[in-house]
C-alpha cells in the first residue's frame, strides 16, 4: 500500500471496510428511513412512486461512493475531506425528503430544489474525487464517459423541481434514467475497475444490515409510543420476525457463496460483475427492505388508531403491495444476484417472489394484523425451503468448481 505525494492512499487486494465508511452509510439509511416517512404520509401508489424515484437516486449515489472507496481508501487525505463533504450535502437532502414534492412552495428555501441541489453535489464530487485519484486511462476514459449523462440529467433535475406535481415527477425519473442509465451505457464501453472484492461484497453486507436495523428500529419507535394493547405488541413482534427472515435470507450462506465466486473471477471481469451483482441487483433488495418497513408501520398505525375495530379493517391496497410487493422485490433481488454471479435460475427465490404477489389478493381482504401475520408465515416458509433445498449453496458453489 503507498501514500502518494498527491494526499490519497491506494487500496489493494485485501483493503476492508474503514469505520469512516461505515459513518457513510449510517447517513445514507438515515436517508432512506426519510423516504419511508415521506411515503407513509400519504401512501398511494403515486407516492409509492416517488418513493421509489428517490430510493434510486440515493442508491446510486451511495453507490458510487463504493466504487470510489475502492479505488482509494476513503479515510484519509482529500478524498474523506471530499467524502466529508458528500456526506454533508446527502444529509441536507435526507432533511428535504419528507417535502420533496412540496405543494405549498416556500420561496426562501424550496424543499425539492434543495434536494436536487445536494444530489447533484453528491455526484459531482464523487466524479472529481475520482478523476483526482485516477492512474488508469482506462478508469479515466470511463469516469470522463459517465460525467457526460450527469451533465445532461441535471436540467430535468432542476426543471422538475421548479414545476412539481407530475411534471416533477416525470422530469425526475427522466433525469434517474439519464443520469444512471447513460452511466450503465458508458460502463459497457469502459468498464470499471475493481481493486478489492473483500473491500466491495463487505460494503454491501454492511449496507443491508444496517438497512434492516433502522427498518427494526423504525417499527420498534411506531409501535413503542403507543405499546397499550396486546394487538399493537404482537404486530411488532411479527415485524421483527420479518426484519429476521430477510436477514437470514441474505447472510445464511448466501452473501458469503456470492463473494467466494466474486473472487474467483477473473480480474478484467470483476468490474463489470460487480456493477451488475451489487450495484444492479442489490437494489431490489434494499428497496424491498424500505417498502416493508412502510407496510409494517401502516398496520401499526392502524392497530393504533382503530382500537376496537383490529379485528374488522383491511390494510388497504398501498399497504398489502408494500408489505408483499417488498418482499417480492427484496427475493428478486436476489435471484438477480445468483443469475448473474452464477448464471443459473435461482428457482426458490423466483418461486417465492411469485407466491408473494399472489398473495396479495387474498391478503387485500383480511384484516391488517392477519396480513402481517400471513406475510411472516409466508417468509418463514420460504427460509425453511431454501434452507432444506440447499439450491441457492449448490448453485454457487457449482460455479465456482467451474
Known amino acids: 500500500m503507498r501514500i502518494s505525494r498527491t494526499r490519497y492512499e491506494t487500496t489493494e487486494a485485501t483493503h476492508r471496510t474503514t469505520n469512516f465508511e461505515i459513518f457513510f452509510d449510517l447517513v445514507f439509511v438515515f436517508a432512506l428511513t426519510r423516504i419511508v416517512e415521506f411515503m407513509a404520509q400519504t401512501p398511494t401508489a403515486v407516492t409509492m412512486l416517488r418513493g421509489l424515484i428517490l430510493i434510486l437516486l440515493l442508491w446510486f449515489s451511495w453507490s458510487s461512493y463504493v466504487w470510489l472507496g475502492n479505488e482509494a481508501r476513503a479515510d484519509v487525505g482529500l478524498i474523506r475531506t471530499g467524502t466529508l463533504a458528500a456526506m454533508a450535502a446527502l444529509f441536507v437532502a435526507a432533511l428535504a425528503i419528507p417535502d420533496a414534492w412540496q405543494e405549498e412552495p416556500d420561496p426562501l428555501l424550496p424543499a425539492p430544489l434543495l434536494l436536487a441541489f445536494a444530489y447533484l453535489v ?71 475497475e475493481l481493486r478489492s472484492v473483500s473491500h466491495f461484497t463487505e460494503r454491501h453486507r454492511l449496507v443491508i444490515i444496517i438497512a434492516i436495523g433502522e427498518s427494526l428500529i423504525s417499527i420498534g419507535l411506531g409501535a413503542g409510543a403507543e405499546l397499550a394493547t396486546w394487538w399493537v405488541l404482537l404486530a411488532a413482534l411479527l415485524g421483527f420476525v420479518v426484519t429476521v427472515c430477510l436477514w437470514r435470507l441474505y447472510f445464511d450462506r448466501f452473501a458469503s457463496a456470492v463473494e467466494h465466486v466474486m473472487a474467483t473471477v477473473p480480474r478484467a471481469r470483476r468490474g463489470t460483475i460487480a456493477g451488475d451483482v451489487f450495484s444492479l441487483a442489490h437494489l431490489p433488495m434494499i428497496a424491498g427492505i424500505m417498502y416493508v418497513a412502510l407496510g409494517i408501520e401502516q398496520v401499526l398505525a392502524m392497530l393504533i388508531h382503530e382500537g376496537a375495530g383490529v379485528g374488522r379493517h383491511t390494510l388497504g391496497l398501498s399497504g398489502v403491495v408494500a408489505l408483499y410487493g417488498g418482499g417480492a422485490l427484496y427475493l428478486v433481488g436476489r435471484a438477480l444476484c445468483v443469475r448473474l454471479t452464477a448464471g443459473r435460475a435461482a428457482l426458490p427465490a423466483i418461486v417465492g417472489a411469485l407466491a408473494l404477489l399472489l398473495l396479495i389478493a387474498p391478503a387485500r381482504v383480511l384484516p391488517a394484523l392477519s396480513a402481517l401475520a400471513l406475510l411472516v408465515v409466508a417468509l418463514l416458509v420460504q427460509c425453511a425451503a431454501e434452507r432444506r433445498s440447499g439450491t441457492l449453496g449448490a448453485t454457487l458453489t457449482a460455479k465456482r468448481a467451474g
Open 122 to 192: 453528491v455526484r459531482v464530487l464523487h466524479l472529481a474525487l475520482y478523476l483526482y485519484v485516477s492512474r488508469s486511462a482506462q478508469l479515466t476514459r470511463t469516469l470522463r464517459l459517465s460525467a457526460i449523462p450527469l451533465a445532461l440529467g441535471w436540467i430535468p433535475l432542476v426543471v422538475g423541481a421548479l414545476l412539481g406535481g407530475t411534471a416533477q415527477t416525470a422530469l425526475w425519473a427522466v433525469a434517474f434514467l439519464i443520469d444512471v442509465g447513460g452511466g450503465r451505457i458508458a460502463s459497457r464501453y469502459s468498464p470499471w
